[in-house]
């Protein structure tokens, strides 16, 4: 009973659990993908604001560098001005076609850009005689080399791709600086915006830098679970922000393909590429700084977000390890098997002991049933208090057995008389076998004792019926008395007999009534 009891409890919670668990599951994830799309969503939004802050200070600017080309000198107070104006830009450079300045030399550029910024964004170490202006915190320079010389080296600015790029493609862009091997930067972004004379040929570029650490900051703090992370790609699908900073050079959404070649990867790795929006499950290794000590180098199945940019073609990606969406569910599932895997072992101990208190008194008459199978009905039965249906049991079968032992103490007793009578019947059918064996035995003698008187009275019969003509009287007479005397004996022994038959008749009829 223990067991069934058990087993049929075991089974609905198993289907308890498995219905909820399949239930909080699919919620959980709908609620965790909301959070993740949230999160994606306000970060997109927040860089999208910061680009367009800087979008439009860039294009404003534009304007007045557009409207005085005539007029070279202004160029270092525009460059100075977006700087002051917008906190997100960091520098600003203004580059002109070689020889539009002929007075100016071959190559014009004024940059300005703020010194507190880190000697790995902005090199400090220029010529003082490059100098045009310092401002509070902004230094303003026309050294055409002066931009990222520990990444170009001497490479003119004309040869640097955030200038050569909206130049050949005709139009604005945001542009990762590139070095001459190829490998992207990973300290500023450039807003470039090609310069237009009156008659609409470009004539140079107006670019403004912001840093990369705002970026990572904003990408890496969107973190809508522990292990989870944002990253954000660029045009060729490189990485612009990562938690890994190996993957920052040379390092691209195709490189999924290399670690996990399978189909849902794939779609993935298109479905970024082609500026979609959406989310796909794939296995991959974590990044070494958010992956614990025990799964590195481990793939497991993440749920990747991500979402285009509107202004720009890049993509947005979180991210979300599925330990962590379903963790807290996993954990709450595993306590509840636990709690439930020890409340079946106290319920099962407790319908032990119930069940051997219940039926503590089918044990005493089972014992009893036993003893009285054996012959023993001298046993008494305690009398129980209990109303239910076994204490009834209990009790009736204690009835039953008193009832018992009365009934064969009776039988017992009448079996004695039994057997007394059994007794005086038999000593009396001895006695009367005797008797029957001696009348049997007078019956024979009287008989034989018979033979002789009868044969003679047939012989005097015969004698006379055939020579009775010549017989004397006296012969006769002698003859008669021979005869009456033969009679008689016969007469007495037939009395005999008769005495013999009443006897037994009565007997027979005493003996009934004895019994």
């Given at each position: ?20 668990f399949r239930v909080s599951h699919q919620a959980i994830k709908e609620e965790a993908l909301a959070k993740a799309t949230q999160t994606l969503e306000n970060t997109v939004m927040e860089i999208e604001n910061t680009l367009q802050e800087v979008e439009v200070a860039t294009n404003n600017m534009l304007w007045n560098v557009e409207h005085h080309l005539s007029q070279p000198e202004v160029m270092a107070t525009y460059a100075q001005k977006i ?433």
């Open positions: 009973m223990s067991l069934w009891v058990v087993v049929t409890v075991t089974l609905l919670i198993v289907a308890v659990l498995f219905i909820m700087v002051e104006i917008n906190p997100h830009i960091i520098g600003c450079a203004i580059a002109f076609e070689p020889n539009f300045y002929p007075a100016k030399g071959e190559l014009f550029m004024v940059y300005s850009y703020n010194r507190n910024t880190p000697s790995s964004e902005i090199r400090n170490d220029y010529n003082t005689d490059s100098i045009v202006s310092i401002t509070d915190d902004i230094v303003t320079v026309n050294n055409p080399k002066v931009i990222q010389p520990d990444v170009y080296g001497d490479l003119p600015y004309t040869e640097q791709n955030w200038y050569s790029t909206p130049i050949e493609e005709g139009k604005k862009c945001w542009i990762r600086p590139r070095t001459p091997g190829g490998t992207d930067n990973s300290t500023i972004l450039t807003y470039s915006v090609p310069i237009h004379d009156v008659e609409g040929n470009t004539v140079g570029i107006l670019a403004a830098d912001i840093s990369i650490d705002w970026f990572s900051r904003t990408v890496l703090e969107a973190k809508p679970f522990p292990h989870s992370y944002c990253t954000m790609l660029g045009r060729r699908g490189t990485f612009i922000i990562h938690p890994d900073s190996t993957k920052l050079h040379n390092g691209s959404v195709y490189d999924l393909l290399k670690e996990e070649q399978d189909s849902e990867t794939e779609e993935l790795v298109q479905s970024i590429m082609a500026g979609e929006r959406g989310y796909r499950a794939i296995n991959f290794v974590l990044p070494t700084s958010l992956a614990d000590a025990n799964e590195l180098q481990k793939p497991e199945k993440c749920y990747v977000l991500y979402q285009p940019f509107k202004t720009e073609n890049w993509e947005a990606c979180i991210v979300c390890p599925e330990r962590d969406i379903f963790g807290a569910n996993q954990r709450l599932l595993s306590n509840m098997i636990h709690i439930t895997i020890i409340g079946l072992v106290i319920i099962f101990f407790f319908c032990i002991f119930f069940t051997s208190w219940q039926f503590k008194p089918l044990d005493v008459l089972a014992h009893s049933a036993q003893n009285i199978a054996k012959g023993n009905f001298t046993e008494a039965i305690p009398r129980t208090r209990r109303k239910d249906e076994i204490g009834g049991l209990q009790n009736n079968f204690r009835i039953m057995q008193k009832a018992l032992v009365k009934h064969i103490d009776d039988i017992k007793k009448s079996a004695d008389v039994l057997n007394e009578r059994n007794e005086a019947l038999n000593a009396a059918y001895q006695q009367v076998q005797e008797v029957e064996r001696v009348k049997a035995f007078f019956i024979h003698n009287v008989t034989d004792q018979m033979l002789r008187p009868v044969a003679a009275i047939d012989s005097l019969v015969a004698n006379l019926r055939e020579d009775y003509k010549n017989i004397q009287q006296n012969e006769v007479i002698q003859m008669s008395g021979q005869m009456v005397s033969h009679t008689q004996s016969v007469t007495a022994l037939l009395d005999r007999l008769l005495e013999l038959s009443q006897e037994k008749e009565s007997t027979k009829t005493t003996t009934p009534k004895e019994t």
